[in-house]
C-alpha cells in the first residue's frame, strides 16, 4: 500500500512527522513524503529534527505569497508528483492552504484522502481565516476523517459524513510532544541560558493571527505589558513571529520593558522544553491549546472563539477574548489565585495519550 503524505507548514509537520516515522516503520506500507514548503525556514527545522527527508519538495515559498497565490503552485506542483506516483491514499492535515490545495489536486485524480486532525469548527467562517473554511472544504472532499476527539467526530456527522468513515484517534501533536519533551535539553542562547526558571514564573507568549493585527493586538499587547508592570517576579518570553505587522505592533508595546523577552522565533525543541518550563501560557495559536495542557501548563486564549471546545470544557484552556481589562483579569487572576491555577494546571487533557499514529496506521492497514 503506498501512502502519500503532504504538508507544508511548521504546525502541519510538527503534527504529521510522528506518522510519517510511524508509516516508514510499518511493513506493507510504501510511504512518499511531499512537501510543499507554504513555510520554507521552519519547515525545514522540523524535518531536521526528526530526521525526514521528503522524496518530493515543491518550494513554492515566495517573498509576499498570498493565500491564492499558494493554493495555485500547490495545485500545480502536485498535479505532476500525483501522476507520477499514483498513491493509494494521500494523507494531510487540519486546515492549511496546502492542505486544502492537495485534497483537491487529490481529488481531480481521483485519489482517495485521509484526513488526520479533522472535524475541528468555530462555524464562523472568516474566524480563523482561511483556516476555517480550508477545514470544512477538505473535510467534504476527504473520504478518510481522523478525528482528534469525540466532539469533533460529531461536528462531521452533523455534516452528514459517514459514520463508518470517521475514526476518533487523539491527536498526532500529543505524540509528538511526548517525544520531544523526552529528549534533554539545554538552553544555550540568551537571553533564554540566563533566565531563573526556578524562582521566576515565566509566562510563553505567542501571537500572530491575521483576525488579531490591528486593534486586537494592540489590546492584547497593552494588557502584556500590564502584567509585566505588575509583577516582578515575572519574566514574558515571546517568540515573535516573523510577519512584519506583528513584529512592530510587538516593539510598540513591550520593546524596552526588563522582564519582557523579545526573541526570535524558535525551533521546535527548545520551544517545547519553554512550555514545559514556563508557569502559564498566552497564545492565539490552535496547536498550543493541544500541547500545553499535556505539560500540566494552563492556557489563556486570546481569541474571541475556539475550534478546541474540548479543553475549555476540560477547564485547561480558558478563553481570554480580545479586551485589554479581559486579558488583564484572568492573567493576574492565575498569577494570585493558587487554587484558579491548580484547577488548571490539574485538569486532564482531552486531546489524547500519545498514540494516535499507532492508531491511524492501524486504521490504514484494517482497509
Keep these: 500500500m503506498k501512502i502519500m503524505t503532504v504538508f507544508g507548514t511548521r504546525p502541519e509537520a510538527i503534527k504529521m512527522a510522528p506518522l510519517v516515522c510511524a508509516l516508514e516503520r510499518e511493513p506493507g506500507i510504501e510511504s512518499v513524503l511531499c512537501v510543499t514548503a507554504q513555510h520554507r525556514s521552519m519547515l525545514d527545522q522540523v524535518l531536521e529534527l526528526f530526521e525526514l527527508t521528503p522524496e518530493y519538495d515543491l518550494d513554492i515559498m515566495q517573498p509576499g505569497q498570498t493565500i491564492s497565490m499558494i493554493t495555485s503552485r500547490v495545485l500545480e506542483g502536485l498535479e505532476e508528483v500525483l501522476e507520477k506516483e499514483r498513491p493509494d491514499r494521500v ?4 486546515d492549511t492552504s496546502t492542505t486544502f490545495a492537495a485534497a483537491l489536486a487529490c481529488f481531480y485524480k481521483r485519489i482517495p484522502v485521509g484526513h488526520v486532525e479533522a472535524g475541528l469548527r468555530t462555524y464562523d467562517r472568516y474566524s480563523p481565516f482561511p483556516e476555517e473554511i480550508n477545514r470544512v472544504l477538505t473535510g467534504h472532499i476527504a473520504d478518510l476523517h481522523f478525528a482528534p476527539t469525540p466532539r469533533n467526530r460529531d461536528n462531521l456527522l452533523r455534516e452528514g459524513i459517514a459514520d463508518d468513515r470517521i475514526f ?10 511526548l517525544q520531544v519533551a523526552d529528549r534533554p535539553y539545554t538552553f544555550e542562547e540568551e537571553p533564554l541560558a540566563s533566565l531563573d526558571f526556578a524562582t521566576k514564573r515565566v509566562i510563553t507568549v505567542t501571537c500572530h493571527r491575521r483576525e488579531n493585527q490591528g486593534e486586537r493586538m494592540d489590546n492584547i499587547f497593552g494588557a502584556i505589558a500590564d502584567i ?6 515575572v519574566e514574558i518570553v515571546y517568540p515573535v513571529h516573523l510577519n512584519p505587522v506583528v513584529q512592530e505592533l510587538a516593539r510598540k508595546h513591550l520593546a524596552g520593558m526588563d522582564n519582557v523577552h523579545l526573541i526570535e522565533p524558535l525551533t521546535y525543541l527548545p520551544f517545547v522544553h519553554l512550555m514545559a518550563r514556563s508557569h502559564l501560557i498566552i497564545t492565539d495559536s490552535g496547536g498550543m491549546q493541544e500541547e500545553a495542557p499535556a505539560l500540566s501548563k494552563p492556557v489563556l486564549v486570546v481569541r474571541k472563539e475556539t475550534e478546541r471546545p474540548e ?9 481570554a477574548g480580545v479586551e485589554r481589562a479581559d486579558i488583564y483579569r484572568l492573567t493576574k487572576e492565575l498569577l494570585c489565585d493558587d487554587a484558579a491555577y491548580a484547577s ?14 499507532s ?7 484494517s482497509l
Excluded: Q, S, W
Excluded at 494523507?91 to 487540519?94: A, S, T
Excluded at 486532564?348 to 499514529?357: E, I, M, R, T, W
Excluded at 492508531?359 to 492497514?365: C, F, Q, S
Design 359 to 365: 492508531r491511524i496506521v492501524e486504521i490504514l492497514k
Design 168 to 177: 476518533v484517534t487523539g491527536n498526532t501533536v500529543i505524540d509528538a510532544l
Design 344 to 357: 488548571m494546571a490539574k485538569a486532564a487533557n482531552p486531546y489524547g495519550d500519545g498514540h494516535a499514529c
Design 91 to 94: 494523507l494531510v492535515h487540519g
Design 228 to 233: 509585566a508592570r505588575e509583577f516582578a517576579d
Design 311 to 319: 479543553a475549555v470544557e476540560a477547564g485547561t484552556v480558558k478563553l
